[in-house]
């Protein structure tokens, strides 16, 4: 992505390698590019808030699953795999949080 975004559009033609199902998403390929930069920087963060037993970190990762699994149909085909990690990370997580916790009626 660097090098593209440095070198400018006219030097790579990475629609020929990617294909969305949308037109708006295949016109704007380099933008969905650096959104998606920006949500792996959010994820980071959110990831480093879980190592260090943070609330806020747990909410960001939550929050951060749930928009992604929201938005992968959006993004097929690509948006198949990433709602496969994000929906695992999402169980994990909740696991982790609520442990051996049993519902009382």
Known sequence: MIPALIWGTDKFDISQYFEFKLPYFQDNLYMMMVMGAIYGIFRLIGAIGLLKNRMWGL??????CVI?????????PAGIMDGILAGSALILILIQYFGDKKIII
Not at 59 to 64: E, K, L, Y
Not at 68 to 76: A, D, K, V
């Open 59 to 64: 909410a960001s990762s939550v929050i951060n």
């Open 68 to 76: 992604t699994i929201t938005l992968m149909m959006f993004l097929l």
